[in-house]
């Protein structure tokens, strides 16, 4: 079963609410527009019925089928944008300083609608569909949100399925594992503290920029020598900011922020205690303090079921003609996680084809891909609900 015509035929029309989400991005929970524009489209296709608020901004859509009583499967969909300045020129830019949509949550956004509308005008299966419309996927954990505020619950959902596009696989491509796919992330600053002083005079100071210097450096071995080889992790140190720009001044403090990305339970607690201890003695060696802080709600790693990671295959499959099954597991964090330690259910790739990575200021979502996502989305509601209860 390949591309649906009908959505073939939508092609322009779902690449047109793209564009738009795209000139109008938002961030984290500060959706209202983007949220707002889904459930308009939500009850225009007529589904039965369109709950919003879920999770502070997010939107839940419900769709009955035609064949019978069943169960409730859940689609899922990320809106927000992140605070980048886009550079790629389009003329669907960002028409918001400092904001743009440079992980492609437009394009997902857009294809889920896709889909919606075409079962709501088939309905060609037993039970119900649950679109869902995520806040706050970029660091504000809007799918928790979603969870806590009763989403699995509220709508009785089986089964969870998200779907997120990749630079790194061809175009229309689909790849997808089983078990941890996506990484833990967790968010770390250390604050280093000594002395400052004139730069002219160093021996009267304790100089944190020395220090923390020898943090960044030291905070390497953990990974290298404090974790199991086999055990993928990392630990970046993205931010090094000190209390000057004066450059005569060693400043009395310096500001270290970075990142620790891992899929091991106890890995995650090995670099987490050992990045306090080696900060801390590191400091102390060269005379200054240094105080770590963790942030506490840093995503888990994203874990895949077995069962529907096979279904999910199943319908990409149906709708490319082959998937990769043993795609790369990826340091990148995906809050989908907090959805699918609620609920069995699994997350796919699709295929970007070449382009700018994620995150960055010239990347754009591929228009072309949006029938191949749209189709998967239906292929595996139809196929999950095929029977009557």
């Not at 092609?11 to 564009?19: G, Q, T």
């Not at 969870?160 to 997808?176: D, E, R, T």
């Not at 699709?350 to 949006?370: C, E, M, V």
Request: charged share 20%; glycine share 10%; proline share 5%.
């Amino acid at each position: 079963m390949p591309v649906r015509n009908r959505l073939a035929e939508m092609h322009d029309e779902i690449a047109a609410w793209r564009r738009d989400l795209h000139a109008h991005p938002e961030l984290l929970y500060d959706v209202h527009r983007t949220a707002g524009f889904v459930a308009e489209k939500l009850r225009g296709f007529g589904c039965d019925e369109v709950v919003e608020g879920i999770g502070r901004t997010g939107v839940v859509g419900l769709i009955h089928g035609n064949r019978g009583r069943g169960r409730t499967i859940g689609l899922r969909a990320d809106m927000d944008a992140l605070p980048i300045d886009e550079a790629t020129g389009a003329p669907h830019a960002s028409t918001v300083p400092g904001l743009m949509h440079a992980c492609g949550h437009d394009g997902h956004t857009a294809m889920l609608l896709g889909a919606a509308r075409h079962l709501a005008e088939t309905r060609n299966f037993a039970g119900t569909v649950a679109v869902v419309f995520q806040p706050a996927e970029e660091g504000g954990a809007g799918a928790d949100a979603m969870v806590r505020d009763g989403l699995i619950e509220r709508f009785g959902i089986a089964e969870i399925y998200g779907m997120h596009n990749s630079p790194l696989l061809p175009a229309g491509a689909f790849g997808i594992r089983p078990g941890p796919f996506y990484a833990a992330c967790d968010s770390f600053e250390i604050a280093v503290t000594g002395r400052g002083g004139h730069a002219a005079r160093p021996n009267q100071t304790v100089d944190t920029t020395l220090a923390a210097s020898a943090i960044v450096m030291a905070l390497q071995s953990i990974v290298a020598r404090n974790t199991d080889p086999q055990q993928p992790a990392v630990l970046s140190v993205t931010s090094f900011r000190t209390a000057t720009d004066a450059f005569n001044v060693i400043p009395e403090t310096v500001a270290l922020r970075g990142t620790v990305r891992t899929f091991d339970a106890d890995v995650r607690a090995t670099i987490l205690r050992r990045l306090d201890e080696v900060a801390s003695l590191t400091a102390r060696s060269y005379g200054a303090e240094a105080r770590v802080t963790v942030e506490e709600k840093g995503y888990p790693v994203m874990e895949n079921h077995a069962a529907e990671t096979d279904h999910a295959a199943q319908a990409a499959r149906a709708v490319a003609g082959a998937v990769d099954t043993d795609v790369p597991r990826t340091t990148g964090g995906e809050d989908f996680a907090y959805m699918l330690q609620a609920c069995p259910g699994a997350y796919i790739q699709i295929g970007n084809g070449p382009s700018a990575g994620l995150h960055h200021p010239q990347y754009d979502f591929n228009d072309d891909i949006i029938p191949v996502g749209a189709s998967w989305w239906v292929t595996l509601a139809e196929s999950r609900l095929a029977e009557a209860a």
